[in-house]
């Protein structure tokens, strides 16, 4: 398995409270990105990052920031949590981004329920 | 733009049965395709990826694919479930900026013992 640690792997918060997901990585990866899964939509990105302080939003971005100061760390921050962030967070790495000569892997998720 | 159908929420088969999960693509582009897997409470695990190098691929524990563009199919299928089977199972495609997947609303395969 890749070396991804997601942290935590389960918070309870209330809305309107900040609130940070870690993801760190072993492998030293270019790429990594934040999902978020719900019923009935798979998964869809958030945001991603291609090296370190460099980030760009993906399908979902509103209401999130990250942030990536070493190229082992991705945080995901919820500045003001609302009930609608109450979902399943998964982290992902990849060495050279999404192609299909490469792969990505994923971690094992963060449960958030905002309360 | 590109998006990903799979055809069914749910699918049960009895162990030792073939499985055949749907997937169907709609893409402006020659699309790259992926089946992942994710075990209950668990990350996504990387099954079989279609490169354009060959139109039936395989996978890891018996699983295959195949690309069938006048269909624009990429049903995943497996000669006989096992009770390990069971799982979620995600349909993706990637395009071709913009650093993403697109993910399917994914399958849930059931195993009947």
């Known amino acids: 398995d890749a070396g991804i640690t997601q942290s935590p792997r389960h918070k309870v918060t209330e809305t309107g409270t900040p609130v940070t997901l870690r993801c760190h990585q072993t492998e030293n990866h270019r790429y990594m990105y934040w999902y978020r899964q719900d019923p009935g939509h798979g998964l869809r990105l958030i945001h991603y990052s291609y090296g370190v302080k460099d980030t760009d939003k993906g399908e979902v971005s509103d209401g999130y920031s990250v942030s990536r100061s070493k190229t082992e760390d991705f945080l995901l921050t919820l500045e003001s949590a609302t009930s609608s962030q109450t979902s399943v967070y998964f982290c992902a790495i990849s060495e050279s981004g999404v192609t299909s000569r490469n792969t990505i892997y994923f971690g094992e998720g963060s449960w958030l329920t905002v309360v | 733009a590109q998006s990903v159908t799979q055809l069914d929420s749910h699918v049960s088969v009895s162990e030792g049965t073939p499985v055949l999960l749907r997937c169907n693509y709609s893409?402006?582009?020659?699309?790259?395709l992926f089946w992942y897997v994710q075990h209950p409470n668990k990350g996504l695990q990387l099954l079989l990826k279609y490169t354009s190098a060959a139109t039936l691929v395989k996978g890891i524990n018996g699983f295959e694919a195949e690309f069938k563009k006048s269909e624009t199919s990429f049903h995943l299928t497996k000669p006989s479930a096992h009770m390990s089977d069971a799982a979620e199972y995600f349909c993706v495609v990637i395009l071709p900026y913009g650093q993403n997947f697109v993910f399917g609303p994914g399958t849930r395969l059931s195993v009947l013992p």
């Open positions: 893409s402006s582009y020659s699309p790259s």
